[in-house]
């Protein structure tokens, strides 16, 4: 079974509320969300699945070099993102595409790296969420770095942060057997850095299943560090808003590091140049897919009485994006070329510049036309 005791949940495969003392608290931060804030997590769900679905076929027809697919980490990633703050700094792997459009990255920008026409794609100073990494778990080093800098920089007689400010990294269950995400979780410990480890299990690095990978539950990762820990259903977009609003929380008022592992599945690909029926049986995708985030999430809005209207409204709204987001993609001019020169090294080069004369040359040598 995909859950085990230790995982927290609120809310049912069934889209009943879960009655449990060990969630008390989490319940109690539920309860307090309004009906639009209710309703902007199911919307949020929709559009992004409805923008990862032709961002995949956008891919399929040549207009993208590649599709990192994030069907079915819906919930964990709507839940988790709605719990930040402004002022709190994000870091992303490389499929968090509902945490970037929460913090207002326009969907095209992800589209037009994987295109190949940007080398960013947003600024990253002026929404707190930074650039998507492609090299697993990289971005925990740049994550606990950057916490590390929010305490020192916010010290007092105390020891503590005065900065009302945390980080959230964003990895996976792959990217935890890393080095680089080891190293993360000694630093952020023993600096008591204001950050959270987010962990989505989508359950496979690329082919190899977690289970293969560890032997125990990856939360107790974090708890082999001294980092509280905890394991979510992280399709369940309610839980991870609470567990993840309290351990940032914690972080922001200098108790130190929060690593939550959030249990989910990803439904499609790992990205479009991978075909997971070579190592993935039927049975096991249908278990996950009756624990859909989106579908479970419904229910339990429909039991509160949201109307038809809502969810069609919501539905032509992921129409509507991704009707535009085509058209917008399809018009993406290419770069210069020459534009592949200007950041190999942050002085001038000889022989980069050397290159690049010599690349303006060949292109004049065809009048204009090529």
């Keep these: ?80 993102a709605f719990a930040t703050r402004k002022q709190d700094t994000i870091f992303p792997s490389y499929r968090e595409h509902a945490v970037a459009r929460i913090r207002g990255i326009d969907p095209v ?38 916490a590390m800098g929010i305490a020192m920089d916010g010290k007092s007689g105390t020891g503590k942060p005065d900065v009302d400010e945390a980080t959230i990294v964003y ?26 480890f ?35 259903d992280g399709n369940d977009v309610l839980i991870s808003y609470a567990v993840t609003k309290i351990a940032l929380d914690d972080a922001r008022a200098g108790k130190g590091p929060r690593f939550i592992e959030a249990q989910t599945y990803r439904l499609g690909a790992h990205t479009t140049s991978d075909d997971p029926t070579k190592y993935r049986e039927q049975a096991e995708e249908d278990l996950w897919k009756e624990r859909d985030s989106i579908a479970r999430f419904e229910k339990f809005l429909r039991s509160k009485g949201e109307s038809d209207k809502f969810f069609d409204a919501v539905k032509t709204e992921g129409e509507d994006l991704a009707t535009d987001v085509r058209a917008r993609v399809l018009a993406l001019k290419p770069p210069p070329a020459d534009v592949m020169f200007d950041h190999a090294y942050t002085d001038e080069h000889p022989l980069i510049s050397a290159q690049k004369a010599w690349l303006a040359e060949y292109e004049a040598s065809f009048g204009g036309h090529r």
């Design 1 to 80: 079974m995909p859950y085990t005791e230790a995982t927290l949940q609120l809310l049912s495969i069934d889209g009943t509320l879960v009655e449990s003392d060990r969630t008390e608290e989490y319940r109690a931060l539920v309860d307090k969300l309004t009906d639009v804030q209710l309703q902007s997590f199911y919307r949020e769900m929709v559009v992004t699945r409805r923008f990862d679905i032709e961002s995949g076929n956008l891919q399929r027809q040549g207009q993208l070099a590649l599709w990192v697919p994030s069907l079915g980490q819906e919930a964990a990633q709507v839940g988790s």
């Design 109 to 146: 920008a992800i589209l037009s790296l994987l295109r190949g026409v940007t080398n960013g794609g947003w600024n990253p100073n002026e929404s707190r969420f930074r650039l998507y990494t492609l090299v697993l778990a990289t971005q925990t080093l740049h994550a606990v770095g950057y």
């Design 171 to 196: 990895f996976g269950d792959g990217a935890s057997s890393e080095g680089d995400a080891n190293e993360a979780l000694v630093f952020a410990q023993s600096y008591q850095s204001p950050i959270v």
């Design 198 to 232: 987010f962990l989505q299990n989508n359950q496979y690095a690329i082919s190899v299943p977690v289970s293969r990978q560890s032997r125990s539950p990856l939360y107790k990762r974090g708890e082999g560090f001294g980092i509280d820990s905890c394991q979510i």
